[in-house]
């Protein structure tokens, strides 16, 4: 595949081999060449951060004092490493804290007022841990990259700025509306009609598309990973809700109002440069040969998206469990036999899950209960026929060109675009 740019590999190869969910008053030790690099947009604003005079014991740099937005007074960093604020607080001079959206392994997300641009904004706060940051600096690289060549701002969130505030990377984010997560959660998992999934699909598709033609691999696709632009919605008479549903607003469901979409989190995101075989992926999206140990590029992208598209047809996550033979019992269950030439090239870590050319199972389940969750999921074609009046028979066909075993026989983004589902479809965004 030719790449529309790369990234030098010296850098991508600090990543953390395995995936997890200096202050202000301190220039960050990067070397003057990464810098360069690293701060792309914003080199103006990045050194103006850096050239803050040296800090007191308060924590208060000196050119802030009797300020109206100075700095807080330090606060230790939670047991964790997690960044220790209240609302109100300034995070520099530039932002104010307005509310925390959300949290996860990585750090904190708060929602922040931007003096300087008069808008709120999504500030990324790592946890103050190795790891992590260096992870956020890849991060920060992928966004540069990706923000030179997504002209149209209309693939994945756009980067304002970023900063090292005492001892954590601050990643500055322009403001988006919920994920397709949290609009599932809050809309009590009702399934999304399939228009808008074929919508949600064709956006989905098309920011992968552009991600590989980049040789990127963002290896961490998932319906928190989706956000939506807008957060407003509608609500909906909901024809198939249960009689035994007395909740209030129980017959009504939420309806975005806009369907535009854009990817986030390029934490876990690598160029294919090589072989990889480390773990990637959140368990419920992780495709077969990444569970095998057989090695991994840009087709387990492709899987995640099948994964996701069935979860939004149906509500649920297609595959919901948190061990490796289960989860191969329930590929087996929902998609057929897996290859023998997989099976036979798997991992030796993998190896005890296979017997005499198959899969050990129900045999080596670890109990009654996951049997039971294995056999209570249908195949694929009656899974999507419980929610799909019309267009099953093309979905269907296009689930199963991106959840092939297979990565070879996996369809790629481009191809997928072109399947029939996609046919006839408005190519503008809602």
């Not at 992968?208 to 963002?218: K, N, S």
Request: proline share 5%; aromatic share 8%.
């Amino acid at each position: 595949m030719e790449c529309l740019t790369e990234l030098p590999h010296a850098h991508v190869d600090r990543r953390p081999r395995k995936r997890q969910r200096l202050g202000w008053d301190v220039a960050p030790e990067f070397p003057t060449g990464e810098i360069g690099l690293l701060c792309g947009q914003e080199v103006g604003v990045m050194t103006s951060l850096m050239s803050v005079g040296p800090s007191n014991s308060t924590g208060f740099s000196h050119h802030a004092k009797g300020e109206r937005y100075a700095s807080p007074p330090w606060r230790e960093d939670d047991k964790d490493g997690h960044y220790m604020f209240a609302v109100g607080d300034n995070l520099t001079s530039r932002y104010k804290i307005n509310t925390k959206m959300g949290e996860g392994t990585f750090g904190q997300v708060l929602e922040c007022w931007d003096r300087e641009r008069k808008e709120m904004v999504a500030i990324k706060i790592i946890r103050g841990i190795e790891k992590y940051r260096e992870a956020a600096m890849i991060e920060i690289d992928v966004l540069q990259q990706l923000g030179k060549h997504d002209k149209s701002a209309s693939c994945c969130v756009q980067i304002r700025n970023w900063f090292d505030y005492r001892n954590h990377i601050c990643i500055v984010f322009e403001k988006l509306g919920p994920s397709l997560f949290d609009f599932l959660r809050k809309n009590n998992y009702r399934s999304f009609p399939i228009d808008l999934v074929r919508e949600l699909a064709r956006q989905l598709l098309e920011s992968v598309a552009f991600m590989h033609d980049m040789c990127l691999i963002h290896t961490d696709l998932k319906p928190e990973n989706i956000l939506l632009v807008s957060p407003e919605y509608i609500k909906v008479p909901d024809y198939k809700a249960s009689s035994r549903s007395p909740k209030e607003g129980s017959y009504y469901k939420r309806l975005p109002k806009s369907s535009a979409i854009k990817l986030i989190d390029f934490g876990s995101s690598t160029y294919d440069h090589k072989d990889h075989s480390y773990i990637v992926s959140t368990r419920h999206y992780r495709a077969p040969e990444v569970i095998l140990g057989l090695g991994w590029s840009y087709p387990c992208d492709i899987w995640s998206v099948g994964c996701i598209l069935v979860e939004l047809c149906s509500g649920e996550a297609l595959f919901q469990t948190h061990e490796n033979l289960e989860h191969l019992a329930m590929m087996e269950r929902v998609l057929g036999p897996l290859p023998h030439h997989m099976l036979r090239k798997a991992d030796r870590h993998v190896e005890k899950y296979v017997r005499r050319g198959r899969l050990n199972w129900p045999e080596g389940a670890t109990s009654r209960e996951s049997i039971k969750a294995v056999l209570k999921l249908p195949r694929l074609q009656n899974l999507v026929m419980q929610h799909v009046d019309n267009s099953a028979g093309e979905l269907i066909n296009l689930l199963q060109g991106l959840l092939g075993y297979d990565p070879k026989d996996r369809l790629s983004a481009h191809d997928a675009l072109r399947h029939p589902f996609f046919t006839g479809m408005c190519h503008r965004r809602s």
